[in-house]
């Protein structure tokens, strides 16, 4: 069905939570259910449900607590990117610095938030995901990975496979700039520098740019 002249359809996001404290969960519910462009697909207590409530429903998004019974947040994550690879999966955690933050970025998680953030963050985040693209506070993620990511040497063998061009995006992704904000600063249209970010994650085999960022840490290029 085509929307009437001078009205803009609007996509729906479907989303699924996971979280086993109970008014955390009911405050969460709230703020998604408020949104016309957000249907939750079903809530989770537990990592072993969230994974069978993925499979079931084929959310977009799926919100996902790190420390839960059963299975923890970390492996559930894994889980879904194996079964679900159209899932994308952001992780909510108490704790800033939480080690278990990096296991999920390294199990595929698209990003994180810790249960503080507001509801206008949480909302762009889910909006984040759903484009494509991966939930970055820069400056959390920086001391988030410098603590655990623990470097040895810098490896700048590890970009090898990437072009001349593709390095400058990369260089400029793992700070935790966005498309649009590497685009002017290499004076490129934005449509070319998320091709270039496509090739790279295709390129190092990461899954995105969250991983990205932690491989950036890992390989001292930051």
Partial sequence: MTAPAGIQSV??????????????SAGLKMILRSQPDIELTGDAVNGEDAVRLA??????????DIRMPVLDGC??????????????????????????????IQCGAAGFLTKDATPEFLLAAIRTVH???????????RELLRDYSMPTRRNTQALAPLSEREREVFRLAATGLGNTE?????????????????????????????????????????
């Fill in 11 to 24: 996509s729906t996001i479907r989303v699924a939570m996971a979280d086993d404290q109970p008014l955390f």
């Fill in 182 to 222: 590497i685009a002017s600063t290499l004076v490129l249209a934005e449509t070319t520098v998320k091709s270039h970010v496509g090739a790279i994650l295709a390129k190092l085999k990461l899954r995105n740019r969250i991983q990205l960022v932690a491989f950036a840490y890992q390989n001292g290029l930051v």
């Fill in 131 to 141: 484009s494509g693209q991966s939930v970055i506070a820069p400056a959390t993620t």
């Fill in 55 to 64: 499979e079931e429903t084929s959310p977009d998004v799926m919100l996902m």
């Fill in 75 to 104: 492996e559930a994550t894994r889980r879904i990117g194996e079964s679900c690879p159209q899932t994308r999966v952001i992780v909510l955690t108490t704790i800033a610095h939480d080690q278990a933050v990096v296991r999920a």
